[in-house]
């Protein structure tokens, strides 16, 4: 497993923007899909956006495409979650996981590490 930190979140009015940074400990995390998901009290922890080893495949919830972008910086260990047109139902605490292969993934347990998570609030 690989240590992730995410970082970026806070409050922000609707219509504006947050940019989420999730570091990971171990350069090994260069060949791991990335991804973002996001869970609010009394739900299940959902997809937001994906990333594969190379940052040239991405994929996205539908209810953030054209909207949230994911991207990565390898020379850095650190994958992206830029947040525009930001809505109050994008209210949650967000978490960075990784997923060893090359495939993308949308699903929980598909990821096997897990950052501790990142809260964004935004108001209407």
């Known amino acids: 497993q690989v240590q992730l930190v995410e970082s970026g979140g806070g409050l922000v009015q609707a219509g504006g923007s947050l940019r989420l940074s999730c570091a990971a400990s171990e350069r090994t995390v260069i060949t791991y899909t990335m991804g973002w998901f996001r869970q609010t009290p009394g739900k299940e922890r959902e997809f937001v956006a994906t990333?594969?080893?190379?940052?040239?495949?991405?994929d996205y919830a539908d209810s953030v495409k054209g909207r949230f972008t994911i991207s990565r910086d390898n020379a850095k260990n650190t994958v992206y979650l830029q947040m525009n047109s930001l809505k109050s139902e994008d209210t949650a605490v967000y978490y960075c996981?990784?997923?060893?292969?090359?495939?993308?993934?949308?699903?929980?347990?598909?990821?096997?590490?897990w950052g501790q998570g990142t809260q964004v609030t935004v108001s209407s």
């Open positions: 990333i594969s080893w190379s940052g040239h495949n991405t």
């Open positions: 996981a990784a997923a060893p292969g090359v495939r993308l993934r949308d699903r929980v347990g598909d990821y096997d590490s």
